[in-house]
């Protein structure tokens, strides 16, 4: 059964998030199935991706960087140990409460990637930043068939792929 996700681009200028751009994934069955890995190789103490890999979307967590999504759909993720070339980083996770789904409530919690999350990741405030930020969020679907309650924080540099975290940035 396929899971979709959005990657959302986010709008400050005083209107809600402008674009939509679907996202899925396969679950974490269907990739053991297909031969496809769940996860990549993590070190046991910092969680952090240890070799490149190919991971089921869902496996994504905070702190591992990747190469770019392309637009539209995807099943996985491109990870790729931080001390290496990569194009985008999750840096924050929002937990949303439950209820029905709702646009509005995934966009409002989408907000946060650019408020104190990204200020206290990055050191600056986002409006003064040169650091680009979207969302990848829940769908429908995925609320209701799998209680997929997580908005997650991707920020990359728009100049191009960078080698180690963005953590401390300050630009």
């Given at each position: 059964m396929m899971k979709m996700r959005k990657r959302r681009a986010l709008v400050l200028a005083g209107s809600?998030?402008?674009?939509?751009v679907a996202l899925s994934?396969?679950?974490?069955?269907?990739?053991?199935l297909s031969g496809g890995p769940a996860d990549a190789d993590r070190?046991?103490?910092t969680g952090?991706?240890?070799?490149?890999s190919n991971i089921d979307i869902f496996?994504?967590?905070v702190g591992d960087c990747k190469m770019e999504s392309a637009s539209g759909l995807i099943q996985d993720a491109d990870v790729v140990p931080c001390g290496e070339p990569h194009d985008e980083e999750v840096y924050y996770e929002i937990t949303m409460d439950d209820g029905e789904f709702s646009d509005e409530a995934v966009d409002a919690a989408s907000q946060e990637c650019v408020g104190d999350a990204f200020t206290s990741?990055?050191?600056v405030i986002?409006?003064?930043?040169?650091l680009d930020v979207?969302?990848?969020t829940p769908t429908k679907d995925t609320w209701d068939q799998y209680n997929d309650r997580i908005v997650q924080c991707v920020i990359s540099d728009p100049a191009g792929p960078v080698t180690g975290s963005l953590a401390g940035a300050a630009r």
């Open positions: 809600a998030l402008a674009l939509t994934g396969c679950s974490a069955i269907n990739s053991i070190d046991e103490e952090q991706v240890t070799e490149s496996a994504l967590k990741f990055v050191g986002w409006d003064e930043s040169t979207y969302p990848i």
